[in-house]
């Protein structure tokens, strides 16, 4: 995915950006986007929380 850099001149022209931003990417972009900032923020070694949910009430 291509990174483009938009510097906003304030808060209102940066909001209106980022829901332009977001409304242009396909589904796909924003799962891929989701799975960067997944491994970013927690790791590369993460459980997936729906396996986690799904088997939680089977004790």
């Not at 799962?31 to 790791?43: C, D, H, N």
């Amino acid at each position: 995915m291509e990174r483009i850099v938009h510097i906003a001149k304030n808060q209102d022209e940066a909001r209106k950006w980022d829901i332009h931003q977001a409304l242009e990417m396909t589904h796909e972009q924003r799962q891929e986007v989701a799975a960067v900032l997944k491994k970013r923020v927690y790791g590369e070694k993460t459980i997936d929380i729906r396996a986690y949910h799904k088997h939680e009430g089977e004790e």
